[in-house]
């Protein structure tokens, strides 16, 4: 089963054309991503920027993403501008894209969204996924909450978007592929002297700091607190230490969400849209000491196997 590509489309009432500049913009600011666990480059012995041959195909491009969950991975995505939007094409199984997609979306996304700053332009992009219908329309993702649905920009019975092969780019994913765990024993509260270990478990797990607020209301912190961090300090990655601290101190409601413990830190992460990081600290911490003689139904109801698209 293939990964149905990713479209990013603008809009403005209606759906208008790429921007102009866009597109070489969000390659180069892709191309800018460096971090410890993240690199993106074009792939090797291809052409550079200085080639001509860059130029030539300068409306399809392929990146190479090289990620760092416990070990280096490298993957390739196509990125064709195509005018009226730009698809991004995950070249790779559905399974691995679940692994991966929810992660890549972001650094696109962000990369738009960095572009469009750029060129001082407003933030009306949206995603969206090919019509299956009629090839005009788009299938516009609307994002609420957990929940996600598309709305098709021209069909009047829009229509049905379903299946890992599109929702694998939101981290809805089946029940199956996860690496699911028994939460027993990962119940024990958590103080401040785990502050550097939960940091770590983030850093590693691709965690993006400039998030802190929503992962901060999840464990159960008020906006008025997290205000206040965010007024006190400037660095992302101070304001999500603070964060952390305050959560292990069990300041505000935190007790109510369930208390400081990795399973209560993993649940909100999924629940703000961060899957790769809360699979990452699910396996680190969890799957050494899983009860193997476990059966998966048990750790994972079928019943929890869902058709809407939620996790
Ligand atoms: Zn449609």
């Not at 993993?266 to 476990?294: G, M």
């Amino acid at each position: 089963m293939e990964t149905k590509p990713l479209l990013i489309v603008w809009q403005d009432k209606n759906t208008v054309p790429v921007p102009q500049g866009m597109f070489p913009l969000l390659i180069i600011n892709l191309l800018s991503h460096k971090n410890d666990y993240c690199t993106v480059d074009f792939p090797q012995s291809t052409f550079s920027p200085l080639d001509p041959q860059y130029y030539r195909y300068r409306d399809a491009l392929s990146l190479w993403i090289k990620i760092k969950i416990r070990v280096w991975k490298r993957y390739t995505l196509h990125i064709i501008n195509h005018y009226t939007h730009i698809e991004v094409y995950f070249v790779g199984s559905v399974q691995k894209a679940k692994q991966i997609c929810p992660y890549i979306r972001k650094l696109v996304m962000k990369a738009v969204s960095d572009s469009a700053k750029a060129i001082n332009i407003e933030y009306n992009h949206v995603t969206a996924f090919s019509c299956p219908k009629r090839s005009t329309c788009y299938c516009v993702v609307d994002v609420e909450e957990e929940d996600f649905e598309t709305n098709c920009t021209s069909c009047a019975d829009s229509a049905d978007i379903s299946g890992d092969s599109y929702w694998c780019w939101f981290g809805i994913v089946d029940c199956d592929s996860k690496i699911i765990m028994s939460d027993s024993g990962h119940s024990q509260v958590l103080n401040v002297c785990d502050l550097d270990d939960i940091l770590t478990d983030l850093k590693d797990g691709h965690y993006y700091s400039s998030d802190w607020k929503d992962l901060g209301l999840k464990l159960g912190l008020y906006d008025t607190t997290l205000s206040a961090i965010e007024s006190n300090y400037f660095d992302v990655e101070d304001r999500l230490r603070k964060c952390i601290v305050k959560w292990l101190q069990r300041a505000n409601g935190v007790d109510d969400k369930g208390g400081p413990t990795w399973t209560t830190l993993v649940r909100a992460l999924e629940q703000c849209d961060s899957k790769p990081t809360a699979e990452h600290i699910r396996y680190n911490r969890f799957k050494r000491n899983a009860n193997q003689s476990q059966t998966d139904d048990e750790l994972c109801p079928p019943t929890s196997k869902k058709n809407k698209h939620k996790p």
